[in-house]
T-cell receptor, first 116, second 116 residues
Framework: GNSVTQMEGPVTLSEEAFLTINCTYT??????LFWYVQYPGEGLQLLLK?????DKGSNKGFEATYRKETTSFHLEKGSVQVSDSAVYFC???????????????FGSGTQLTVLP | DVKVTQSSRYLVKRTGEKVFLECVQD?????MFWYRQDPGLGLRLIYF???????EKGDIPEGYSVSREKKERFSLILESASTNQTSMYLC???????????????FGDGTRLSIL
């Protein structure tokens, strides 16, 4: 079955530091990959996505490249801000097999705190 | 922008009560989902619905049921609430294109439910 493994948090960085949150996946097909962000007290928002190998998703200074050879989709940002403090979820979506209810498989989430 | 609205941000109920969590979306999306979010476990799919009056079990349906009588509304029902159902509940919706893999889900802000 499909699975997503994220680096465990929490991650604490100073403002303007470089961020990497690792994400690796296991999938039987050719999934699409997503990063979602959850700010305090809110639901999840789509941050970026990539739908095929070597695609790079980017948004708000964050980037992630779909690496099929290493089954990875690591999230990076060159210079984090205090406002980036949130929980980040890696997720994959694959075509459901017959009888399968799974639509999105999420990682367990990584808490990021950025200090001024 | 897609708006997914969950009826309550915080809810406190007692063991054995029947609990209804309501979710409404305003973008005519076919697919709707209910997740629960617990620390260290990420998001787990409870139930989802492809379209009106259609429902499928997710990964953890035990103790829950759902209702989708109208396209815009998806209700989660705890038949007889128990303390292990204390959690954050997130509703999501998604457009249903031919290739479902690439469509992101849009989330509500969540309902934090406490069962005493």
């Amino acid at each position: 079955g499909n699975s997503v493994t994220q680096m465990e948090g929490p991650v604490t960085l100073s403002e303007e530091a470089f961020l990497t949150i690792n994400c690796t996946y296991t999938a039987t097909g050719y999934p699409s990959l997503f990063w979602y962000v959850q700010y305090p007290g809110e639901g999840l928002q789509l941050l970026l996505k990539a739908t095929k190998a070597d695609d790079k998703g980017s948004n708000k200074g964050f980037e992630a490249t779909y690496r099929k050879e290493t089954t990875s989709f690591h999230l990076e940002k060159g210079s984090v801000q205090v406002s980036d403090s949130a929980v980040y979820f890696c997720a994959l979506s694959d075509l459901p097999s017959r009888g399968s209810a799974r639509q999105l498989t999420f990682g367990s989430g990584t808490q990021l705190t950025v200090l001024p | 922008d897609v708006k997914v609205t969950q009826s309550s941000r915080y809810l406190v109920k007692r063991t054995g009560e029947k609990v209804f969590l309501e979710c409404v979306q305003d973008m005519d999306h076919e697919n709707m989902f209910w997740y629960r979010q617990d620390p260290g476990l990420g998001l787990r799919l409870i139930y989802f619905s492809y379209d009106v009056k259609m429902k499928e079990k997710g990964d953890i349906p035990e103790g829950y049921s759902v209702s989708r009588e109208k396209k815009e509304r998806f209700s989660l029902i705890l038949e007889s609430a128990s303390t292990n159902q204390t959690s954050m509940y997130l509703c999501a919706s998604r457009r249903h294109p031919p290739d479902r893999r690439n469509q992101p889900q849009h989330f509500g802000d969540g309902t934090r439910l406490s069962i005493l």
